[in-house]
């Protein structure tokens, strides 16, 4: 059942509760906009560096930082740059075999001096493994060991006390992503990439094309103009698509005899003609590089129609290379 309103216990306890909630969120503000305006050239130092990494990203960080730190892996990791995150007190009990030279190590601390991070640091320093360094501290170790460091600006914690990190994690959060946005654009990471590693889910789905799901090479229905309706007849029920293509001596796709089309022309002369009689023209039809999404749309936008042609267009020609159902697009999650 929904949730139904209940009534406020007095005007006092709302104009609180907006008031913290509006205190949390301005003061978050305010430190993204202080981030955003300090950013430098080790900004683009750090990129460098994860784009050089030919292993892997190791994030680590103690507490509500570890939390964000591993988002921050989630996202690169998501995003072309494999990442793995890595407890600092886990690290000094044998997790650092998993740093090797071939990586590059990410911390966060907003002090910079937590202590739990000072064996990954002294380690990476010992065997020359890139180091990134997020912190507030100018002067603390993790910013004075780093070969990137990433200053977070001086920002007030928004809970009552002071100290529970609530901007400070926000402000790295954030710095993360655009770390990670900024890496993609650099990489030239593409919209095929992203499908590829967000196969399943709405993302997935949404950024399948129609190369993916198409029907080709003799599974698509194709007669010649000068083809007999019983020609055109077997073709169509063989490939179970309720329709044919038809195709010049070129192999540009000149039309299309759909179920729709045998019907409208049903009578006892229908197996003298030829295919290119009763052929309907300029045919709807799409290519591979759309996205299913798209295709399924257009199928939707035209009454009846139920399968497409998938057409390579060059300067000369339209060559079918694939048929698609709308079947295809139900079966890979569209709707």
Do not use: W
């Not at 654009?185 to 196969?199: A, C, N, V």
């Not at 229908?270 to 295919?275: C, G, H, I, P, T």
Request: charged residues 20%; glycine residues 8%; hydrophobic residues 45%.
């Amino acid at each position: 059942m929904p949730l139904r309103k209940t009534a406020i216990a007095s005007t006092a306890i709302y104009d609180a509760d907006l008031k913290a909630a509006r205190r949390v969120l301005r003061f978050a503000g305010d430190a993204l906009n202080a981030l955003a305006e300090s950013l430098d050239e080790s900004f683009s130092l750090a990129l460098d560096i994860l784009a050089r990494v030919h292993g892997r990203v190791v994030v680590s960080g103690m507490g509500k930082s570890g939390h964000i730190g591993r988002k921050i892996a989630a996202t690169l990791s998501s995003t072309g740059t494999p990442a793995q995150f890595v407890h600092p007190a886990e690290a000094s009990h044998g997790d650092l075999g998993a740093l090797t030279r071939a990586d590059a190590l990410m911390m966060l601390s907003n002090s910079g001096e937590t202590a739990e991070l000072s064996d990954l640091i002294t380690y990476s320093r010992r065997h020359a493994i890139p180091l990134i360094g997020i912190a507030s501290n100018p002067q603390s170790a993790l910013i004075v060991a780093a070969d990137a460091p990433l200053l977070l600006p001086k920002a007030q914690e928004a809970c009552p006390m002071g100290l529970a990190p609530t901007t400070s994690t926000t402000v790295m959060l954030a710095l993360g992503d655009a770390l990670a946005v900024a890496l993609m654009e650099r990489k030239g990471f593409s919209t095929d990439q992203y499908r590829d590693l967000h196969p399943g889910g709405a993302l997935g789905r949404a950024l399948i094309r129609v190369s993916d799901i198409m029907h080709m090479g003799s599974a698509i229905p194709l007669v010649h103009p000068d083809s007999t309706m019983r020609d055109v007849l077997i073709t169509m029920t063989a490939g179970g698509f309720g329709v044919a293509g038809v195709v010049d001596d070129v192999g540009t796709l000149a039309g299309i005899i759909t179920d729709g089309d045998l019907r409208r022309h049903m009578n006892p002369e229908l197996l003298e003609l030829k295919a290119g009689d009763i052929m309907t023209v300029s045919p709807k039809t799409v290519t591979p590089a759309m996205l299913a999404a798209e295709a399924l749309a257009y199928m939707n936008s035209a009454p009846k129609v139920t399968c497409l042609f998938v057409v390579q267009e060059d300067d000369t020609s339209r060559r079918p290379i694939g048929v698609l159902h709308v079947h295809d697009c139900l079966r890979a999650g569209l709707r």
